[in-house]
């Protein structure tokens, strides 16, 4: 099955089912986060090697690489990161993780890339949101997703995409395509199995209609481990249990650049404002690596604060001296001029 170049406008959408069983539905994606985790206690240790590939906003390549990981088991695995400009090493044993001195959090893309590899589907312990089934057919593909909705006063209908969405072939348990929030699409072009897990082999993330970064698996083995493979050189340090919460006013005395959002032509149309309120991961990139909507007055100014803020940039954190990710809120204020 062929997916990249499939026109992926997933917000203007119609939805053609809707079912009501939200208890079975999240069953369903459980179900599927066990079948695509490799990070299972029951699984042998591993090893794996990833290509990357990276583009800019017009699609050209601006960056190839490779990001390798050895994993013990939970807690204790090595990621070694050689993409673009960023070059790290990260070790994880127990509570304690190191990376080489001076490198930051490994880049959004880059983390994307090797989360859709080894956990594609991370579904949150305590999860307050109403599973929703929408029947989608995409590039002639027929797709069940289930979208992981929270309410929004005077919405009744939320559009497919507004809230983090999986999407499988019907009656199967293979993540196919993923999205939230509007702010990548994930493609799993082709899927493989590894130890009893279906994983994402080659993987397509785009913005919009247009490639960002791409991934293929060129290696995924069991191994023994031999014991020298979380040493610590002299260049790694250890870094401080992160992200770290952060009040929204704290953190935006770090902002760098703030473009602001548009005001959605019906809201205004309707005098419509309010506060959208949104929970956000900010790595030491400076960048906004993920969001997710608290509250918000109307789904349009919800869509409006989620566009402006995923390109809003800050200073880093740094907390023991080493920069952190950051997780805290952002409030975008509308109101009547």
């Known amino acids: 099955m062929k997916w990249i170049g499939a026109t992926l406008l997933l917000l203007a959408t119609t939805p053609c089912g809707l079912a009501q069983d939200a208890t079975a539905l999240k069953t369903r994606l459980e179900s599927a986060q066990q079948r695509s985790s490799l990070e299972d206690a029951a699984l042998k240790p591993w ?31 090595r990621r ?27 880049p959004y893309l880059l983390s994307l890339l090797r989360d859709q590899a080894v956990k594609p589907i991370a579904l949150e312990k305590e999860d307050s949101s109403h599973a929703e089934l929408r029947k989608q057919t995409i590039g002639k593909v027929p797709l069940e ?27 199967k348990e293979d993540l196919r395509l993923s999205f939230e929030f509007g702010n990548q699409t994930i493609i799993r072009n ?41 040493a610590a050189s002299g260049e790694i340090g250890e870094l401080p249990l992160s992200p770290v919460k952060v009040s929204s006013g ?45 509250s918000a007055p109307d789904p349009d100014l919800a869509i409006s604060a989620i566009a402006a803020v995923r390109n ?26």
């Open 47 to 77: 090893h794996l090697k990833l290509t990357v590939h990276l583009f800019n906003e017009k699609g050209k390549p601006t960056g190839d690489g490779t990001i390798e990981e050895w994993w013990i088991s939970p807690g204790h695995d």
């Open 80 to 106: 070694e990161y050689n993409a673009g400009a960023y070059k790290a090493t990260e070790l994880r044993d127990d509570d304690k993780q190191y990376r080489t001195k001076g490198a930051g959090t490994p």
């Open 145 to 171: 997703c289930i979208m992981l909705s929270q309410p929004i006063k005077r919405l009744a209908f939320a559009p497919l995409g507004l809230f983090p969405t999986y999407c499988f072939e019907p009656g």
């Open 190 to 230: 082709s899927i493989g199995t590894f130890q009893n897990r279906a994983v994402g082999t080659q993987v397509s993330v785009l913005s919009g209609t247009g490639p960002v970064a791409s991934s293929e698996v060129v290696k995924l083995e069991t191994f023994t481990p031999s014991g020298d493979e979380l």
């Open 250 to 294: 704290a953190i935006a005395g770090k902002a760098i650049s703030q473009p602001q959002p548009v005001y959605p032509a019906t809201a205004r149309a309707n005098r419509v404002t309010g506060t959208v309120v949104l929970h956000a991961i900010i790595g030491t990139d400076g960048h906004v690596h993920s969001l997710r909507i608290i």
């Open 312 to 337: 809003w940039t800050y200073s880093a954190y740094t907390l023991m001296g080493a920069p952190v990710d950051v997780e805290t809120t952002i409030n975008v204020n509308y109101t009547m001029q």
